[in-house]
């Protein structure tokens, strides 16, 4: 062969060995996403949003991450991109690790989280919803998926910005994973009232920063307390993370003499043995034998999430992992900081039986509506003829309502033009409370001249649970936690409280399916399907959603599935990643929900309401 030739070949062949090159590297076991955004239309811009995630990334790399980085000082950022991002790292179907950072403005609507890109809030669809992405996460095969937000979650009230669309950044598979997936979710901020309505100016200028890099410090100064040697080597496991966060991020906050505590969020699935980065150091050893231990780490600030837990042990329930055990004074005092409070729980105990509340109608079926005045009522079939008999003073008389026996959905107006829509539910008496910013708590209860109305003491002991459940479920900390093991024994222990004598109690059966399907268990949201079905002979919306039976379905007057909507206001953010359609007005009305635990709808909405079940 000629020299000439020879050469032309290997020029020719040269693009071929270079694709080869490239594309012979094994695919990757574990990567990462990250997402630094300092400006987001017209909020305020944030200094430290991009530095902080572009030093994550560089930290990830040297722990062996593929690391894709989307950073808006160098172009705008969008959802798409991330989508992508993501489906190309799930494709080979290798990964065993997938961390997904964001840094920037974040915010909450309806129970629901959401992160915002660049053209937000102009671009309704330029941010991404993070409770829809987790739900989509759980339905691929990496074993353990991480979700870290060093974003205020501030309301949509104090951003002006109602009406985003948040898009998903994980790809919808339609159904579970062949594997276990344990997601693991760090949030910089509490959910809940008193973190969320921090005017947005000040977590800018006050919150910005002290995250990510306590998060960072938790790797490279560990305390003995935090590392464990998995494979011969010293790791920081996700499941020790937590108590570090929140006495760290605590600590820094108020050594900036930030007025308003900023306490982080964790929730970890996995095990012990599941990390995302090396301990670089280690503490010095105590100096020689008999040397006195070294201290133990501070102990961690107290949180909403351990008043919660502490009102459910003392109704006999506690679905969290273990908790360290709060005082009397502890209590007392996270209540006066965290707005979780005891006396909140009382108040929500109204639902036990009173001497001036009807407990039972000749027709067995109505409703009794606390802190509003009713105006009207309206239903979704005729044959439930719904009588207002009393319209309560929203003080001291409460309102009563008069049904049918007959399974429907109930649209009750209040004076001020807002309104709920709940299930009727044959042979039960509900309990409406409205409180400002909508319904705070239903509770339904078999009419006394029901055969399946249980004993007075248990009465008693339910209405202590309701009560915590409910309030847990406010401030959104009602959830199952832990390790696999623990979340196991978290939902016996569930499956058993919401069964009162051989029933399940409708209410505690809707909050136990939100716990099961925000904990990955489909197992258990089925099984509660199935007990609901068999003791009311139809499906209660949330739970029919969540169990995905409505797929794919849009929903029909057929008294199969009631209502038409979801009962609990979290329960819209879930609709689009289970398949779930309503109908047009329906959906339209969805734009005027108000902020309450309870989906309530502003008055624009229960006018749209009221007109489509005239039409039905």
Not at 245 to 254: D, F, G
Not at 260 to 289: C, H, K, M, N
Not at 548 to 559: M, N
Request: include cysteine; charged fraction near 20%; aromatic fraction near 8%.
């Amino acid at each position: 062969m000629k020299r000439r030739q020879f050469l032309a070949m290997m020029g020719a062949t040269a693009p071929l060995v270079a694709w080869r090159r490239v594309y012979s590297q094994p695919a990757p076991t574990r990567a990462a996403v990250v997402i630094g955004i300092n400006k987001s239309g017209t909020l305020p811009v944030l200094n430290a949003a991009v530095s902080g995630a572009r030093e994550v990334s560089t930290w990830l790399r040297a722990e062996q991450f593929d690391v894709r980085e989307f950073f808006d000082d160098k172009q705008p950022v969008t959802a798409g991109a991330i989508f992508k991002a993501i489906d190309d790292l799930l494709q080979p179907g290798t990964l065993q690790q997938l961390i997904v950072y964001f840094s920037g403005h974040g915010f909450q609507v309806g129970f629901g989280e959401y992160w915002l890109l660049s053209d937000a809030p102009h671009d309704p669809n330029a941010s991404i919803s993070h409770r829809e992405s987790v739900e989509l996460a759980r339905r691929t095969d990496v074993p353990n998926i991480v979700f870290v937000s060093d974003a205020c979650r501030s309301t949509a009230d104090s951003l002006g910005m109602h009406g985003l669309s948040g898009q998903y950044i994980f790809p919808n598979t339609g159904s579970a994973g062949r594997g276990r997936v344990t997601i693991d979710q760090f949030f910089a901020a509490l959910p809940g009232a008193y973190s969320l309505e921090v005017p947005v100016a000040d977590s800018v200028a006050k919150h910005q920063g002290i995250y990510t890099a306590a998060l960072l410090d938790a790797y490279r100064r560990p305390d003995s307390t935090m590392v464990r040697s998995v494979g011969g080597v010293n790791v920081v496991p996700n499941r020790l993370l937590k108590d570090y966060l929140l006495r760290e991020v605590s600590r820094r906050a108020q050594a900036q003499s930030i007025r308003l505590t900023q306490r982080p969020e964790s929730r970890v699935e996995s095990d012990d043995s599941i990390y995302i980065g090396r301990a670089a150091a280690l503490p010095p050893l105590p100096a020689g034998p008999g040397a006195p231990p070294p201290p133990p780490p501070p102990r961690r600030p107290a949180t909403i999430t351990d008043v919660a837990n502490a009102a459910l042990d003392s109704a006999g329930l506690t679905t969290a992992a273990p908790n360290f055990w709060l005082s009397d004074d502890e209590v007392a005092a996270l209540d006066d900081t965290s707005g979780f409070s005891t006396q909140r729980v009382a108040r929500l105990g109204v639902t036990a039986p009173r001497a001036d509340v009807p407990r039972h109608f000749e027709t067995k079926t109505g409703f009794v509506v606390f802190g509003a005045e009713v105006a009207g009522l309206t239903t979704s079939r005729p044959e439930m003829n719904a009588e207002l008999l009393e319209n309560g003073n929203g003080v001291s008389r409460p309102a009563v309502l008069r049904l049918r026996p007959v399974r429907g959905t109930l649209l009750v107006r209040f004076k001020d033009g807002s309104g709920a829509v709940v299930a009727s539910l044959p042979e039960y008496i509900g309990t409406m409370i409205v409180g400002e910013a909508g319904v705070v708590d239903v509770s339904y209860l078999p009419s006394l001249n029901s055969s399946s109305y249980p004993g007075d003491s248990d009465m008693r002991r339910l209405d202590q649970l309701r009560a915590s459940v409910a309030t847990a479920a406010q401030y959104g900390v009602f959830r199952l936690q832990g390790s696999p093991d623990e979340r196991k024994e978290g939902a016996e222990k569930l499956a058993t409280a919401i069964r009162v004598m051989k029933s399940v109690d409708p209410t505690l059966g809707l909050y136990a399916t939100y716990a099961y399907s925000d904990a990955g268990m489909p197992q258990q949201v089925a099984s509660v399907l199935d007990a609901m079905r068999r003791d009311l002979n139809f499906d209660l919306f949330d739970v029919a959603m969540l169990a995905r039976v409505l797929a794919g379905r849009r929903w029909e007057p057929d008294g199969l599935v009631e209502p038409f909507c979801p009962m609990l206001t979290q329960g819209w953010n879930l609709l689009r990643v289970n398949d779930a359609s309503l109908p047009d007005a329906v959906q339209s009305a969805g734009a005027h929900l108000r902020g309450s635990l309870w989906t309530t709808f502003a008055a624009r909405g229960i006018v749209l309401l009221e007109d489509f079940l005239r039409r039905q």
